[in-house]
């Protein structure tokens, strides 16, 4: 395994957009601050059974919380990615391009069950890493995934960008203990990917919705850093209530105070 140092090209995949502000930094927006170059995969739109509009809305949020961490413009150049024959979106800081975002917009498996919701035909990562969905259909309209295909496609990515740091979310533990079933089958799909990726790299899942069990130590400076980048995709996120983050008073302001990973 490298040594932290001897990284040069990170890859944080998580499930929603929000995912790699509340639980991979700032492990993250240092990388980025370092230089490193740096590229998030999304697998899931995070749409929670919402129309276009709100989805697109988190990748919009997304985008101006990371140009924010580069210290950059919030311009962006999107193109398509080919990986294991799927089509990937792909955006590119123009000002800062070692900064890259992915999104595969799969349908959100909603919360607490993973089971799907109504308006994806209950569809979920879940149902595809468990075998009950046979495929599932992202919703820009490109070609469904076989469980196969997505930890191919993820392959394909990893080998594309060659990272020596590969980070994801808990693929330790069992959905079902109050975490996100999104967040365990992004984590599965990613180690089953991790194995078959065969460039030297260190493999980290990050700890999701149960790490505001733990002991905050994310503090001061970074802790202010990592709150305001999370305030400026929050205005994006219609269903953030911007004030009580700001004020220490809900969910998203625990999982602010903590980063922890688990192997």
Known sequence: MP???????????????DDSLLFQ????????????????????AGDNGSRG????????????AYAQMAQSKDRWTSTSLE???????????????????????????????GHGTKRSRFQSLLGLWEGSHSSISPLDGTAPYTRADLILALTAV?????????????????YGDGDHADHYATGYFCRSAHE??????????????PSSALIPNVIGPQLESKQSVFL??????????????ALSNSPYSEWLQREYTTS
């Open 196 to 209: 078959k990726y065969s460039h030297p790299h260190t493999f980290i899942g990050y700890i999701g919705y």
């Open 232 to 245: 400026t995709y929050g205005a994006f996120d219609r269903t953030i209530d911007l004030k009580s983050v």
């Open 25 to 44: 930094s700032p492990t993250l927006s240092k990388f980025i601050e370092n230089g490193l170059e740096v590229v998030t995969v999304h697998l899931s």
């Open 83 to 113: 990986a294991a024959g799927h089509s990937l979106t792909l955006s590119v800081l123009k000002d800062h391009n070692l900064v890259s975002l992915l999104f595969l917009r799969l349908p959100d498996g909603g919360f607490p069950e």
């Open 3 to 17: 040594e932290a140092r001897d990284v040069r090209r990170a890859m944080f995949v998580v499930a929603h957009p």
């Open 53 to 64: 509009r709100y989805w697109r809305r988190r990748e919009r949020g997304i985008k101006a």
């Open 158 to 174: 990893m080998t594309r960008f060659q990272p020596q740091y590969v980070a994801t979310q808990d693929y330790v533990n069992q």
